[in-house]
Nanobody, 124 residues
Framework: VQLQASGGGLVQNGGSLRLSCVASGRTFSRYALGWFRQPPGKEREFVAG????????YYTNSVKGRFTISRDNAKNTVYLQMNSLNPEDTAVYYC??????????????????WGQGTQVTVSA
């Protein structure tokens, strides 16, 4: 599986962006999916996760109420809608896919495949 993330860019404080991540292959619906981010000089951290069917969704506390993860299995795509962005959201954002039977969404090493990352910069 190859993952291709896009949609990053420069946005002002309070603005919005929508990230997309398209997967190759015909087994997309078998993967739990996650978005992670890596702020400058910091470790990669969990942002949001979504189950295979989309019925279970998880967020890190700092983005709850502002970010929305969704998936379209027909389009092999997972999205991250980001609203009310602030400078602390500045990071490289990565999508990831997990083949595990019982995914542990917050754990970076659980994921089998990673996209290349897309830069999100929020100006003050």
């Amino acid at each position: 599986v190859q993952l291709q993330a896009s949609g990053g860019g420069l946005v002002q404080n309070g603005g919005s962006l929508r990230l997309s991540c398209v997967a190759s292959g015909r087994t997309f619906s078998r993967y739990a999916l996650g978005w992670f981010r890596q702020p400058p000089g910091k470790e990669r951290e969990f942002v949001a996760g979504i189950s295979r069917s989309g019925g279970n969704i998880y967020y890190t506390n700092s983005v709850k109420g502002r970010f929305t993860i969704s998936r379209d299995n027909a389009k092999n795509t997972v999205y991250l809608q980001m609203n009310s962005l602030n400078p602390e959201d500045t990071a490289v954002y990565y999508c990831a896919a997990d083949l595990g039977v019982y995914p542990n969404y917050q754990v970076l090493n659980e994921y089998n495949y990673w996209g290349q990352g897309t830069q999100v910069t929020v100006s003050a």
